[in-house]
């Protein structure tokens, strides 16, 4: 399916305090489930969600490099915690803190994802967007190999996993860079 176009705007719609934004995919990760509040903040219908990939929802200021580590880990059997920069229907957008895993079967097999998105904490921005933007810089210039080498080397340099990264940030444990 092609992904549809729209143009992004300004127009940031922030999440509810204490609202949480349940989805499901299968392992392709087309759409099989969306709660109340996704459908409502997405601007999309139930109908136009389920079953379309959830890279319907990108924003194009998210570097690739963070889905690239999400998907590392999720098909590995590990859960991803991060911040996503969502697009929604009309061209706005909001913000998640996302935590994301892998659904399995009685025999261990994945057989899906499962995703929970909050509201992120006040602040984040200022680390977050700074970060993606030279990393989505960096992708443009030489590539999503590029950008996921600064991630590692950030990494490396702060003795701490994407997964711990972020939810120190988000714990406001971490509050800069």
Partial sequence: MKKPH????????????????????DLKSRITYGNEYFISISGWSEEELLGKPHNILRHPDMPQVAFKILYELIEN???FFG????????????????????????NGNIVGY???????????????????????ELEQKDGINASYQAVQKLLEENHITFNELTLGIQKGVINEL
């Fill in 114 to 136: 499962y995703s929970v998105r909050r509201k992120p904490i006040d602040g984040f921005k200022k680390i977050i967007e700074p970060l993606y933007a030279s990393l989505l």
């Fill in 83 to 106: 911040f996503v920069k969502n697009l929604k229907k009309d061209g706005g957008y909001y913000w998640v803190f996302a935590n994301i895993t892998p659904s399995f079967d009685e």
């Fill in 6 to 25: 729209i143009t992004p705007t300004n127009n940031e719609t922030i999440l509810k305090d204490g609202e949480f934004i349940v989805s499901k995919t």
């Fill in 77 to 79: 059997g590990k859960e």
